[in-house]
């Protein structure tokens, strides 16, 4: 065998994925925008944000929230203390609103 050559094992299965790209992910689209609109109620540019965060103790910059505005991707901690922030929960900051009812597991009876 040569380098750079493969030979198949018996028990080797290859597999081809397919990626598709059908735009961008309507959860995260929602968060992104609730992140902007959070932070466009308070008044606060992204450098107070930060200065604030820091004054807390909280390691952040710019570019992790212009991120999270962006792509509406964000650690659960750092959304958590940018809800605090805002003055917000961190259900509405992912979109989500307070008065709408959720369907719970726990109201599905099992027949």
């Known amino acids: 065998m ?19 790209t059908a735009g961008p992910d309507p959860v995260l689209e929602r968060v992104a ?12 540019s992204e450098e107070r944000v930060i200065a604030i965060l820091a004054a807390k103790g909280v390691a952040a910059d710019v570019r ?7 792509t509406g991707m964000i650690d659960l901690a ?6 605090d922030l805002y003055g917000t929960t961190t259900d509405c900051m992912a979109g989500r609103r307070p ?6 597991s726990l109201d599905l009876r099992v027949r």
Not at 78 to 83: N, P, V
């Open 2 to 20: 040569t380098l750079g050559s493969a030979t198949a094992q018996p028990d080797v299965v290859e597999a081809a994925v397919s990626v598709t």
């Open 99 to 104: 008065n709408r009812h959720q369907v719970s």
């Open 33 to 44: 925008v609730a992140l902007r609109g959070a932070r466009a109620r308070t008044g606060l």
């Open 78 to 83: 750092f959304a958590s203390h940018l809800a």
């Open 64 to 70: 992790t929230l212009r991120r999270a505005e962006r």
